[in-house]
Structures are given as structure tokens and as C-alpha cells.
């Protein structure tokens, strides 16, 4: 069975840093094109940023570009989203999701076919 869970979520405060991580298990991430999304209360899922299984070419959303990346470490199996400069407004359920193959970088939910469960990162002082 195919599943993705991702850890590294935590409290930090404005202009700290956390990095997520992204495992799976049933799979190995390397032919699978990873999205990295968000869902903060009362808002819809967002696309935060993206690498392809092409050629690892990525996609950020403006409002954190330059501040997070997206990498992956084929080795371990593993994607990370770090995250620098967190603000306020960061503050959601982190998701990460998987779709086998993909050409480019994508950004919407539905997208993807493989979700994981969610960590929580809340950004305060």
C-alpha cells in the first residue's frame, strides 16, 4: 500500500526556520513528482511548491518564494520543504502529496493521487 507521511511540523517564531520532511512507503519518490500544499482554519488547500520527477524542476507560489525550497534526497527516499523566514500567515496543515511521473512541477490538489496526513506548523510569538 502506497503511503506518504510527512513530519517536521513544530512552533516557531516570525523569521524561524523548520524544514519538513516526506517519506514513503510502498514506493520509492524518485518516479513520482511531489507537491507540497497547505490548509490553513477556514481556508481552502493551497499549492505552496512542487518538484517534477522528470527532471526535478520545481514551482513555487509567490508568497513563498524565496524562503522555502522544495528538494528531494532519492537515497533516503525523502522530500523536504525548508522553510526560512517563516511569517504569520505560514501557519496551516502541511500536506505533501505524490502523482507518478509527472512532466513539470504541479500545483493543484487535484493533481495528485497519493496524499499524506498532514503535520502542523504554527508560526507565533
Known amino acids: 500500500q502506497l503511503q506518504l507521511v510527512e513530519s517536521g511540523g513544530g512552533s516557531v517564531q516570525p523569521g524561524g526556520s523548520l524544514r519538513l520532511s516526506c517519506s514513503a512507503s510502498g514506493f520509492t519518490l524518485d518516479s513520482y513528482g511531489i507537491g507540497w500544499f497547505r490548509q490553513a482554519p477556514g481556508k481552502e488547500r493551497e499549492g505552496v511548491a512542487s518538484i517534477s520527477s522528470l527532471d526535478n524542476s520545481t514551482y513555487y507560489e509567490d508568497f513563498v518564494k524565496g524562503r522555502f525550497t522544495i528538494s528531494r534526497d532519492n537515497a533516503k527516499n525523502m522530500v523536504y520543504l525548508q522553510m526560512d523566514n517563516l511569517k504569520f500567515e505560514d501557519t496551516a496543515i502541511y500536506y505533501c502529496?505524490?502523482?507518478?511521473?509527472?512532466?513539470?512541477?504541479?500545483?493543484?490538489?487535484?493533481?495528485?493521487?497519493?496524499w499524506g496526513q498532514g503535520t502542523q506548523v504554527t508560526v507565533s510569538s
Open positions: 502529496a505524490a502523482r507518478e511521473r509527472t512532466l513539470k512541477p504541479l500545483l493543484h490538489p487535484r493533481e495528485y493521487d497519493y
